[in-house]
């Protein structure tokens, strides 16, 4: 699954890095899904030439648009399900490594702060506000975490049904950290390679970390979500 908002740079190279032939050789039959939250350049119409499924989310934000792409997960029968920034960041090469990690009925989390951290890949903010808001989540919620707000997530069929998420922008990933520490699922963590981004950010550091820590402090009083 590939989260876009105008990613029409990266996305054409980020399909072309996907080892289709080696998932093959592990037994899966992957297919790629654009969750898109309103793209106004060409990422749509790149997608759908590139062969990828697309969800038009209703609503914006990542969050939102994954929610909506975990339910449509949940109607298939599909094993496991990767998700992953269509921005160029994270290696697609990797994903064979993220789905053998995966625990059983669990979750693999990319750690880019323990892994191959691409020179300037990270901001000075960012790798400050990175380590913060990990140091935060595992202060406030116990379970330990490399990287909270990691865009590179592997899920097992029964976690995807497991989680209990309601975010609809930045914070999702720092949800499912939560979740996953309220639900009982297990985390594992891997490091992985993280580049510059191509194209232009859509995150805002200092409004979105202000978002993720304050999501971090309402899940540790209300651990769950009242309505998905
Ligand atoms: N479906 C969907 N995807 C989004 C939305 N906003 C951003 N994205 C995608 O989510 C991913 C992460 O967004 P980025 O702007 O790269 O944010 P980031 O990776 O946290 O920040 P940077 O480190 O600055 O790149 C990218 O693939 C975006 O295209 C949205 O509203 N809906
Ligand atoms: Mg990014």
């Known amino acids: 699954m590939l989260p876009t908002l105008d990613e029409e740079r990266a996305l054409p190279q ?3 890095r996907i080892p289709f032939f080696e998932l093959e050789k592990l037994g899966f039959n992957s297919r790629v899904v654009v969750v898109d939250g309103g793209s106004t350049d060409n990422t749509l119409k790149i997608a759908d030439e590139l062969g990828c499924q697309i969800i038009n989310q209703w609503g914006e934000g990542k969050g939102a648009g994954i929610r909506q792409a975990f339910k449509e997960f949940k109607k298939l029968d599909d094993d496991v399900l990767v ?3 269509s921005d160029g960041t994270y290696s697609p090469e990797e994903i064979p490594r ?3 990690s995966i625990p059983k009925g669990g979750i693999s989390i990319g750690d880019r702060l323990h892994g191959n951290l691409g020179k300037n890949a990270m901001t000075r903010t960012n790798w ?3 380590h913060l808001l990990t140091w935060l989540a595992v202060a406030l919620h116990g379970e330990p975490v490399n990287d909270l707000c990691s865009g590179f997530w592997a899920f097992s069929k029964e976690a ?3 989680l209990k998420l309601n975010s609809m922008r930045f914070e999702i990933e720092a949800e ?3 979740s996953c520490a309220y639900q009982n699922i297990t985390m594992k963590h891997v490091p992985i390679s993280y580049s510059k ?3 232009e950010a859509k995150l805002g550091s200092i409004k979105d970390g202000t978002s993720i820590a304050r999501k971090l402090i309402i899940r540790r009083i209300f651990p769950t979500p009242h309505e998905e």
């Open 14 to 16: 980020v399909y072309s």
């Open 83 to 85: 998700m992953l920034d």
């Open 98 to 100: 993220m789905i053998s």
């Open 128 to 130: 400050l506000g990175n």
């Open 160 to 162: 995807v049904s497991s």
């Open 176 to 178: 499912m950290y939560t």
């Open 197 to 199: 981004r191509v194209g």
